[in-house]
T-cell receptor, first 117, second 116 residues
Framework: AQTVTQSQPEMSVQEAETVTLSCTYDTSESDYYLFWYKQPPSRQMILVIR??????QNATENRFSVNFQKAAKSFSLKISDSQLGDAAMYFCAYRSARETSGSRLTFGEGTQLTVNP | DGGITQSPKYLFRKEGQNVTLSCEQN?????MYWYRQDPGQGLRLIYY???????QKGDIAEGYSVSREKKESFPLTVTSAQKNPTAFYLCASSPRTGPFTRGTQYFGPGTRLTVL
């Protein structure tokens, strides 16, 4: 079974600075998807970024980018120019590309990010 | 607007009662999911459905039931058999096609269930 590990329960960053959140996963599959979701105090899960394992290029979305290291099974999220609105719980998630998996996501335990003014 | 709606936002249940949480989507997504989130923890999968009239148990299905009679609707019933139902419940949906969205799950705003 796949597992996702986020080793940093809490992180903090100064406004306008850069922060990196770590995520590692364990799988025997070669084709899969990885995601970062953000959960602000409203508790709605918001998709931040998506990476397909067969693509070597790291995904980027504005101030958010990932460092995807397939061999190391590592998927870190970098937030540049941090803003107060980035404060939230961040979840890393894995999804197999196999149709028989039902597209189910496996989540890590989350990293609580605090942004200091 | 396209999206996923969940109702109610807050729900209170007495011991021994069954309650049903609503989840509706107008995104034309094939797959739908229910997750449970306890304080300070990640999400755990309760049930999922990839197609109308079909659904599968997730990791913590005991004490819950679902139906999928329509593509846009996937209600979750929390039965009296669920011993500790107080939690935050999130519904999600996912398209099966699309180069940039396939397999991505999009979430509703959630329902907070409290047992009195």
């Amino acid at each position: 079974a796949q597992t996702v590990t986020q080793s940093q329960p809490e992180m903090s960053v100064q406004e306008a600075e850069t922060v990196t959140l770590s995520c590692t996963y364990d799988t025997s599959e070669s084709d899969y998807y990885l995601f970062w979701y953000k959960q602000p105090p409203s508790r709605q899960m918001i998709l931040v970024i998506r990476q397909e394992a067969y693509k070597q290029q790291n995904a980027t979305e504005n101030r958010f980018s990932v460092n995807f290291q397939k061999a190391a099974k590592s998927f870190s999220l970098k937030i540049s120019d941090s803003q107060l609105g980035d404060a939230a719980m961040y979840f890393c998630a894995y999804r197999s590309a196999r149709e028989t998996s039902g597209s189910r996501l496996t989540f890590g335990e989350g990293t609580q990010l605090t942004v200091n003014p | 607007d396209g999206g996923i709606t969940q109702s109610p936002k807050y729900l209170f249940r007495k011991e021994g009662q069954n309650v049903t949480l609503s989840c509706e989507q107008n995104l034309n997504h094939d797959a739908m999911y229910w997750y449970r989130q306890d304080p300070g923890q990640g999400l755990r999968l309760i049930y999922y459905s990839q197609i109308v009239n079909d659904f599968q148990k997730g990791d913590i299905a005991e004490g819950y039931s679902v139906s999928r009679e329509k593509k846009e609707s996937f209600p979750l019933t929390v039965t009296s058999a669920q011993k500790n139902p107080t939690a935050f419940y999130l519904c999600a949906s996912s398209p099966r096609t699309g180069p940039f969205t396939r397999g991505t799950q999009y979430f509703g705003p959630g329902t907070r269930l409290t047992v009195l």
